[in-house]
């Protein structure tokens, strides 16, 4: 059946760069483990601003091992770090200092600042032979500017945490990510049972989305959840890239 008609499972893994290869080498071997499931990497060019990743060329020989099996690229922000203006009140401060870690690089940007990223961004993959069809902001956190920008960009998809959007026209599937938070042993408990919760809860969507962090990979029984999840919705859903499903949408 098209990707569009059959239920699908969406596998990405964030934060994909030369600095947090390691971990994602370990994730990765774990869905490797599973069986052949495509997955979309996040790449960021310049994560934390440690240097563009096309300077590493181990970590682009892993990269480009991994895309000749079937898996993706797409862009995952620029910097990975929010230096937008300053928040504009105690909630937006909140959500984009506390729940996000200062990291939400998209969250207050102007349309030229975020195009001008977007485009350096794609202008980087292009230079590796990378095809990217889809962008993801760091926390899922879109601003206005942003917005409007990728609407304007070649790009043919984005996610936030609640669904994936065709572009350029906005065409939402409703599909919330499962995900782990990982910076406390109480936040770890409480995602096993959100997610949990949330996989019985989306049995009849056609998409399901599962996203894993780099940090997942230091804490065995986050990683022992992930394989248990990812089995199950294998019962009933065929693994595809976002491009794949969005593809499927026609």
């Known amino acids: 059946m098209p990707p569009a008609e059959a239920a699908a499972l969406c596998l990405s893994l964030h934060d994909v760069a030369p600095a947090t290869w390691p971990e994602c080498r370990r994730l990765l071997q774990m869905l490797d483990g599973i069986g052949p499931l495509p997955v979309t990497l ?9 240097g563009p990743l096309e300077r ?13 099996q079937g898996d993706e690229v797409a862009l995952h922000g620029y ?11 105690p909630l937006e401060w909140l959500r984009r200092r506390v729940y996000t870690a200062g990291e939400g690089e998209f969250a207050a940007l102007a349309e030229a600042e975020a195009a001008a990223l977007v485009e350096r961004g ?4 292009g230079r590796l032979g990378w095809p990217v069809a889809g962008f993801v902001a760091p926390a899922w956190l879109l601003g206005d500017g942003a917005r409007a920008a990728l609407a304007r960009s070649p790009l043919r998809y984005t996610t936030t945490r ?21 910076r406390a042993g109480w936040r770890r408990t409480l995602s096993r049972g959100w997610n949990a919760r949330l996989f019985e809860g989306q049995r009849a969507r056609p998409l399901l989305r599962i996203s894993l962090h780099p940090a997942d990979a230091r804490h065995p029984e986050v990683i022992a959840s992930w394989r248990r999840l990812i089995t199950r919705a294998l ?4 693994p595809l890239t976002k491009r794949q499903w969005i593809e499927g949408l026609g």
């Open 79 to 89: 910097h990975h770090l929010d230096r937008g203006p300053p928040p504009a009140g």
């Open 42 to 50: 996040l790449a960021v060019p310049d994560y934390h601003r440690g």
């Open 162 to 182: 609640q669904g994936i959007y065709r572009l350029p026209d906005w065409r939402e599937t409703r599909a919330p990510s499962l995900v782990y938070s990982v």
């Open 122 to 125: 794609l202008a980087l993959m």
């Open 56 to 68: 590493d060329r181990a970590f682009l020989a892993a990269v480009e091992g991994r895309l000749a």
């Open 235 to 238: 019962e009933g859903r065929r």
